[in-house]
């Protein structure tokens, strides 16, 4: 079993997975995404691992369409975000803000 763990979250799960669909690994892979989840607040900035761990479905669920397929690697974080604002992934958008709050619009 491979683990990919540190660093991981929401913003850049969806890279990690293409990686692995790429290399013919993906049933090999465990993703570790332990802060990612919890460090997540609520809108009381209280910590909430339900509303980190929604995000987290919600951008694998983004990789699963194949929406961002086309999108470059250095564009792939304002792409997530913007499609998340448009679809209206309140968990999603409000987890890539805390994560990356310069690198998003």
């Known amino acids: ?43 009381q900035g209280r910590p909430s691992p339900r509303l980190g761990a929604e995000a987290m479905i919600q951008a694998i669920e983004v990789h699963r369409s194949g929406e961002l397929r086309d999108v470059s690697v250095n564009e ?15 968990a999603l958008t409000q987890a890539l803000r805390q994560r990356y709050p310069q690198g998003i619009r």
């Open 1 to 43: 079993m491979i683990v990919r763990a540190g660093a991981l979250d929401q913003g850049n799960i969806g890279l990690n997975l293409a990686d692995a669909e790429r290399r013919g690994l993906t049933s090999h892979i465990l993703f570790l995404a332990g802060s990612a989840i919890n460090s997540i607040k609520d809108k």
């Open 76 to 90: 792939h974080l304002a792409a997530l975000a913007d499609l998340a604002k448009r679809k209206r992934l309140a």
